[in-house]
C-alpha cells in the first residue's frame, strides 16, 4: 500500500528531478551541444569561468539583485501590511486587494504594463521627471538604471505575497500586548521596537528566505526587459545558462554556469537557515 | 493594382507537377516579418493559398525577430520540431550551413523551381552559396534609407528644389541640416534606434563603407586602418548625441512612433517600414514624407545591406517525403515569381525578371532609393557573422553605451576588437 | 492619559490611514494605466502629454488581440497545463504525504530528508537537462511537455505531512478496529478533514503554473502550443507601433486569474499564507 502511495511521486522525482540533476553534473564535463553527446573534458568548463567577462557580469548581477530585492522587499511589505492592518472592514479589503493584485499577474503581463509606463519616450512616469525639472532616465536601457528598475518592478509584483504573510504574522500577536502597552503609556515608535518587530521577527526571517532563495534564480524579468535593448550587460546566472545552452549551443559549458548557481543557492539556503535558526533562539 | 497574373505565366509547369499529388499539403512556414512588410507577406501567403486551394496550404506563423527567431530554429531543427520552410538572413547562411540546420537546394530543386543563377545578381546568388552549393532562394534585399518628414524640413526651408533633404553630401552639410532642425524647434532632428545595438550594426557599418573600411581581413577582425574606421564612425553619431541632435536610448518601435508622430524629423530605418508609411498616409494619417539614399558622411556613398531567402531546415531525424518537398519549392517559386507585390513592402525583390520590369522601375518611393544599389555593402561571409550572430552580439553590446555618451568611441573600439578577436 | 495625547494619536492614526489608501491606490496605478492605454488608438497613446482618459475610446485592439491573434488556444494551453500540473502535483503530494506520515515503510526517513533538500534546489538550472529529457520522450510542443518538469513543488508535500501528522490518532485506531483499509481511511477520513488544506494548496499551485515562464517558453517552439504567458511576449510585432495592441493583450492575460482573485479573495489569502507554513 505505502509503495502505491509513494509511486507516482517517487517516478516523477526520479525522472523530472533527480534524473536532470545527475545528468547536470556529468554534462558540465563534457564540451556536449545542447542536444547530442559530447567529449568529456575534464574541468575546462569551470576553468573558463574566472577569466569569462560574461560570467563574472552574471554572477555580479545576480547578487546586485539579490540586494536590491530582499531586504528592501521584505521592508516594504511589512510596512505595507502595518498600514493595512489598521485599516478595517471593506476598505481594509480593498486595499489589499489593490496592494496583491500585481502577485497573481502573470510576468509577461507585468513586463508590459511596466515596460510601458517607464518607457522613455511615452511612459507616463517620464512625464513625472519632466514635471519635476529632472532629466528623463532610460531605466530599461541603461546599464545604471537596469538593475535597480527591474528590482523595483519585482517588489511591485511580488509584494502582495509578502504582505499576506506579515498580516498574518501581525494578527497572531494578541491585542492584550498592545493594551498592556497602551497602558504603559508606551508611544508608537516604542510600542512598535518593543512589540511588534520582535515578535514579528519570525515571519520576516520567513518572508526574507523565501525571497532569498526565489531571486537568486532570478530570470524572466531580466530577460524580457533587455529584449531589443542590451542583454549583455544586464546578464544574470539563468539568463547566463540560457544564453549558453539555448543561443549559443553549448550545453556542457551552460551546464558548468548551472553547477555553480546549482550550489550558490545551496550554500545560501544553508547559511540562511543556519543564522535565522541562531538569531531565533537567541531571541527567544 | 498590381498585374501579377503577367509574371505567373511560368507557373503552370510547377503547379502541375505538384497537383499530380493527390491529397493536399501543408507546408508550415515560419518567418520573422511582422511590420508593414508582415501585412504584405500575409497577403501573399493568402494568395498563394487561393490560387492553390485543394493542394498546397500554407500554415504560416510570425516570431520575434532575431535572437528569438534564430534561437528557436536553431533548438527546433536540433529535435526535429522546425517548419518546412523559413525565411532567413542570407548574412547567417554560413554560420547555418556550420551548424548543420539547412538542407542544400540541389540543381534539381533550382530545375523544377524554374529558376536559377541567371535570375539573380551576382552578390544575391553568391550570398546564398557555401562552397559551390546553394543553402536558400534569394527574396529580396533590404538596405536601410534615410525617411523625413517633408512637412517639417520644407517648412524649414531644408528641402531642395527635388523636394530631397539638404546637406546629403556631406558630414558638415548633414548636420547643418540636424542643427537647422534643432533651431527650428523640432524636438529630435533625427530618430535613431539608439537602444539596440543590433539595429545600430547597420548605420554603423554603413559609415565604415563611406570610408571603404572592412570587419574581417582574413581571420582577422578590424585589421590595421579599420579599427580607426570604426571609431570615426562612432564619433560621428555620438557627436549627434552629445549636440542634441538625435534621440538616444529609443528603441525600434518608439523610433517608428517618434518618426510618424512628428516628433523626430527624419529617421534612419530600413525599407521595410515603407508599407508602414503608404498605409498610414493612405489612410490620412501621415504627413508628406520621403525615403532617400543615406547621406554621404565620409568619402563616398555606401549602404548595408542584407537579404531575405528562403530556406529549408534540416530536420533531425525527420525526412521530408517527396510530395512535401515538392510543395515547398512551389511555396518559393511561387512567391519569387510574384515579388513585385513584395517590392510593395518597400524591399528590393532579388528575382531578376521582376526588378528588370517596368511596373517596378515605376514604384515609388523605391525608385527614388533605388539608386543605392550601386553602393551596397554586405556582412562578411562568416560563420560568425550576420543577424544575432557572434560578431553581432559583440558589437552590439558596445554600441549602445557609445551612441547614448557612455563610453568614448574609443575605448569602444578597443574592446570590441578585443572580444573580436577572442570569439 | 490625557486628551490632548489621545488627540495626536488619532490625527497621527488618521494620516496613516490616509497615507496608506493613497500608496494602495499610486500601487494600482500602472494596472489602470495598462487598461486605459489599451483602450486608446495607437496615434493618442503615443502623445507627447498625458490624457488620462482616452480621447477616443476604442475596443479596436481587443477585436484585433481576440481574432487576429491565437490568444484562444494560448488560454486553452494554459488551463490546460495549468490544471494539468495542478492536479497531478497536488495528488501525488497527498498520496506520500499521507505514506510519510501515518505509514511505515523502508526508506521513509530518508525520502523525507530528500524532499525537505529539494525544497533548497533551485529548478531553474535544470533547464537544459529538462529539455534534453523531453526532446527525448519526443514531448516537446506538448501538454505534458511543458507540465512535467513543472511538477517539483516539495512545499505541497510538506504542508501535507504536517496536516496529516496532526489528525488525532484516535480516527485512526477507531477505523484500523473497523477493518477499514488503508485506502478506506485516506479517502473518508485524512482527505475530507482537509479539504481546506487541498483547496489552498490546488490555488497556490495553479498561480505558480499559470504564472511561470521559463520552461514553457523553452518546450515550445510552434505557437500554436504557446501558453498565454510565453504568447503575449514572443509573437508580438516586432516592427511597427503595437502599444496599445500589446497593452490589449496584456490586459487579456491577466483579465481572468485578477478577476478570479477578486471573487475568491479570502479564500486566496488563506492558501498563500498556508503555503508558506503559517496557519491563517
Not at chain 1, 526587459?225 to 539563468?238: A, E, H, Y
Not at chain 2, 525577430?65 to 554560413?94: C, L, N
Amino acid at each position: 500500500m505505502a509503495v502505491l502511495l509513494i509511486l507516482p511521486f517517487v517516478a516523477i522525482y526520479g525522472l523530472v528531478f533527480i534524473y536532470p540533476t545527475i545528468k547536470m553534473f556529468i554534462l558540465s564535463f563534457t564540451d556536449a551541444p545542447l542536444i547530442g553527446a559530447g567529449d568529456w573534458v575534464g574541468l575546462e568548463n569551470y576553468e573558463r569561468l574566472p577569466r569569462d567577462r560574461r560570467f563574472h557580469t552574471a554572477l555580479w548581477n545576480t547578487f546586485y539583485f539579490v540586494a536590491l530585492t530582499v531586504i528592501p522587499g521584505t521592508l516594504v511589505a511589512l510596512v505595507i501590511s502595518l498600514g493595512i492592518n489598521r485599516l478595517k472592514g471593506r476598505l481594509q479589503s480593498l486595499v489589499l486587494a489593490l496592494f496583491f493584485l500585481p502577485y497573481i499577474l502573470p510576468v509577461s503581463v507585468v513586463y508590459l504594463i511596466w515596460d510601458w509606463t517607464l518607457n522613455f519616450q511615452f511612459g507616463i512616469a517620464m512625464h513625472l521627471f519632466d514635471w519635476a525639472g529632472a532629466d528623463r532616465i532610460p531605466v530599461f536601457k541603461s546599464t545604471a538604471w537596469f538593475m535597480p528598475a527591474v528590482g523595483f518592478v519585482t517588489i511591485w509584483w511580488t509584494a502582495g505575497f509578502s504582505i499576506l504573510l506579515f498580516l498574518a504574522g501581525r494578527r497572531a500577536i494578541p491585542e492584550e500586548i498592545y493594551e498592556a502597552a497602551s497602558l504603559d503609556n508606551s508611544g508608537s515608535w516604542s510600542t512598535f521596537s518593543r512589540v511588534t518587530w520582535p515578535l514579528m521577527w519570525p515571519v520576516t526571517a520567513l518572508v526574507s528566505t523565501i525571497q532569498l532563495i526565489l531571486q537568486l534564480k532570478i530570470f524572466d524579468q531580466v530577460y524580457l526587459f533587455s529584449q531589443g535593448g542590451r542583454p549583455n550587460d544586464n546578464l544574470v546566472l539563468v539568463y547566463y545558462v540560457f544564453q549558453r545552452a539555448f543561443q549559443s549551443n553549448q550545453g556542457g559549458r551552460a551546464a558548468a554556469v548551472a553547477v555553480v548557481l546549482f550550489v550558490i543557492v545551496i550554500v545560501v539556503s544553508v547559511l540562511n537557515f543556519q543564522l535565522t535558526r541562531l538569531s531565533g533562539g537567541r531571541r527567544k | 493594382m498590381l498585374n501579377l497574373k503577367g509574371l505567373a505565366a511560368g507557373i503552370c509547369v510547377a503547379t502541375a507537377l505538384v497537383s499530380s499529388a493527390a491529397a493536399s499539403e501543408t507546408v508550415v512556414w515560419w518567418d520573422f516579418l511582422s511590420g508593414g512588410d508582415g501585412v504584405r507577406m500575409k497577403q501573399m501567403i493568402q494568395d498563394f493559398n487561393k490560387e492553390h486551394e485543394g493542394q498546397i496550404t500554407i500554415d504560416a506563423t510570425t516570431l520575434e525577430w532575431g535572437v528569438p527567431f534564430y534561437s528557436k530554429v536553431q533548438t527546433s531543427a536540433a529535435v526535429g520540431e522546425a517548419p518546412d520552410i523559413m525565411t532567413y538572413h542570407a548574412s547567417r547562411i554560413p554560420l547555418a550551413v556550420e551548424q548543420g540546420i539547412l538542407t542544400e537546394v540541389t540543381s534539381a530543386d533550382w530545375q523544377q523551381m524554374g529558376l536559377g543563377k541567371n535570375d539573380y545578381a551576382d552578390a544575391t546568388w553568391d550570398a546564398v552559396t557555401i562552397d559551390g552549393k546553394q543553402y536558400a532562394v534569394p527574396l529580396d534585399t533590404h538596405p536601410v534609407v534615410l525617411y523625413y518628414n517633408k512637412d517639417i524640413l520644407g517648412k524649414a526651408g531644408l528641402l531642395t528644389e527635388n523636394g530631397v533633404p539638404k546637406g546629403m553630401d556631406s558630414r558638415d552639410g548633414f548636420t547643418a541640416t540636424l542643427q537647422a532642425l534643432k533651431a527650428a524647434g523640432v524636438k529630435y532632428p533625427l530618430g535613431s534606434v539608439t537602444a539596440d545595438g543590433n539595429f545600430m550594426f547597420r548605420t554603423i557599418y554603413s559609415l565604415m563603407g563611406q570610408q571603404d573600411g572592412v570587419l574581417m581581413s582574413g581571420d582577422e577582425f578590424l585589421a590595421g586602418d579599420n579599427a580607426e574606421k570604426l571609431q570615426n564612425a562612432l564619433a560621428v553619431l555620438q557627436d549627434w548625441t552629445n549636440e542634441g541632435l538625435q534621440s538616444t536610448y529609443t528603441d525600434y518601435p518608439a523610433t517608428v512612433a517618434l518618426f510618424t508622430s512628428g516628433e523626430a524629423a527624419m529617421m534612419i530605418n530600413g525599407v521595410w517600414e515603407v508599407p508602414t508609411m503608404t498605409d498610414a498616409h493612405a489612410k490620412g494619417k501621415l504627413f508628406e514624407w520621403g525615403a532617400v539614399e543615406l547621406p554621404v558622411i565620409f568619402d563616398h556613398p555606401s549602404t548595408y545591406a542584407d537579404s531575405h531567402t528562403f530556406a529549408i531546415p534540416a530536420n533531425k531525424g525527420k525526412e521530408m517525403s517527396k510530395a512535401r518537398h515538392d510543395a515547398v519549392l512551389e511555396v518559393m517559386s511561387w512567391i519569387s515569381r510574384n515579388s513585385l507585390f513584395w517590392a510593395t513592402a518597400g524591399h528590393i525583390p532579388a528575382y531578376g525578371p521582376v526588378t528588370n520590369s517596368a511596373e517596378y522601375k515605376a514604384m515609388e518611393p523605391n525608385a527614388t532609393y533605388s539608386s543605392l544599389t550601386a553602393n551596397m555593402i554586405f556582412d562578411p561571409k562568416s560563420p560568425k557573422a550576420g543577424i544575432a550572430g557572434p560578431i553581432f552580439d559583440v558589437m552590439s553590446s558596445y554600441f549602445v553605451p557609445t551612441l547614448n555618451g557612455e563610453m568614448e568611441p574609443a575605448k569602444a573600439v578597443e574592446e570590441i576588437k578585443y572580444e573580436l578577436n577572442d570569439l | 492619559m490625557n486628551p490632548t495625547r489621545i488627540h495626536r494619536i488619532n490625527m497621527a492614526g488618521l494620516a496613516i490611514t490616509l497615507i496608506t489608501v493613497i500608496a494602495a491606490v499610486l500601487w494600482a496605478f500602472p494596472l489602470y494605466w495598462g487598461v486605459v492605454s489599451s483602450l486608446k488608438p495607437e496615434d493618442e497613446v503615443v502623445r507627447p502629454y498625458v490624457e488620462l482618459w482616452p480621447q477616443t475610446l476604442t475596443f479596436s485592439h481587443y477585436v484585433h488581440a481576440l481574432t487576429q491573434t491565437q490568444i484562444g488556444i494560448w488560454y486553452l494551453n494554459s488551463v490546460a497545463t495549468a490544471v494539468g500540473v495542478t492536479f497531478v502535483t497536488v495528488a501525488s503530494s497527498l498520496f506520500c504525504g499521507y505514506a510519510i506520515s501515518q505509514l511505515e515503510f523502508p526508506f521513509r526517513r530518508a525520502l523525507w530528508w530528500l524532499i525537505l533538500a529539494s525544497f533548497m534546489v533551485p529548478i531553474q538550472t535544470l533547464i537544459i537537462n529538462h529539455f534534453e529529457l523531453i526532446a527525448g520522450m519526443g514531448l516537446l510542443n506538448s501538454w505534458t511537455g511543458i507540465i512535467l518538469p513543472q511538477l517539483i513543488h516539495p512545499v505541497v508535500i510538506i504542508v501535507y505531512k504536517q496536516f496529516f501528522d496532526n489528525v488525532p490518532k484516535d480516527f485512526r485506531e477507531a477505523a484500523v478496529m473497523d477493518n477499514a483499509s488503508e485506502w478506506r481511511i485516506l479517502t473518508r477520513i485524512y482527505i475530507p478533514m482537509n479539504w481546506g488544506v487541498t483547496t489552498a494548496l490546488s490555488i497556490v499551485t495553479f498561480i505558480w503554473a499559470w504564472n511561470s515562464f521559463l520552461w514553457p517558453f523553452l518546450a515550445v517552439t510552434k505557437t500554436e502550443m504557446m501558453t498565454i504567458t510565453v504568447g503575449i511576449t514572443q509573437v508580438s510585432d516586432a516592427f511597427g507601433v503595437y502599444y496599445a495592441r500589446e497593452l490589449s493583450a496584456a490586459v487579456l492575460a491577466g483579465l481572468p486569474v485578477a478577476l478570479a482573485y477578486l471573487v475568491f479573495q479570502r479564500k486566496v489569502t488563506q492558501a498563500i499564507t498556508l503555503s508558506a507554513g503559517i496557519k491563517g
